[in-house]
């Protein structure tokens, strides 16, 4: 009976498993957003902070089909692209923009930023037909 108890349990710790590894992939990517500005965010100071390895966090983000590093980057993207858009923030430079979204020079910043979303951080603040045009797949 002992035996039968374990392997009939067996389903229920994966999916038990599966769910403690989801709630620890969410609490640890709102620590992430929460922190993105910090230029020194790295892997081990977040798994410092949930007391686990920095490859369980690795194996969190893998099993995700992406890297720390990645979600990280993904992320001030897009708090420099939100920051750029929104007029609230048309007083700050972009550089002020890049460094508040945790990038830690300018010209790498501009370079990833353009890979990424196909313009310059400068043409993506001077508004919206830019965006549009490139979403639509019309250029100038």
Known sequence: ADQEDVEGSGQAATGTTDAMRAT?????RSDILSNLGRHALS???VASRHGISPGYVR???AAQGTT???F???QRLN?????LDDRRF????????????GFGDLPSFNRIFRRRFGMRPSEARDGAGKEDQIR????E
């Open 59 to 61: 194996q969190l983000f």
């Open 90 to 101: 048309a007083d700050r430079s972009i550089a002020a923009i890049a460094f508040e979204a």
């Open 72 to 74: 990280v980057l993904e």
């Open 24 to 28: 620890r992939l969410r609490e640890i």
């Open 79 to 83: 708090a420099a692209r939100t920051m």
């Open 43 to 45: 892997i081990e100071g």
């Open 136 to 139: 639509h797949g019309r250029s």
């Open 68 to 70: 720390f590093s990645k």
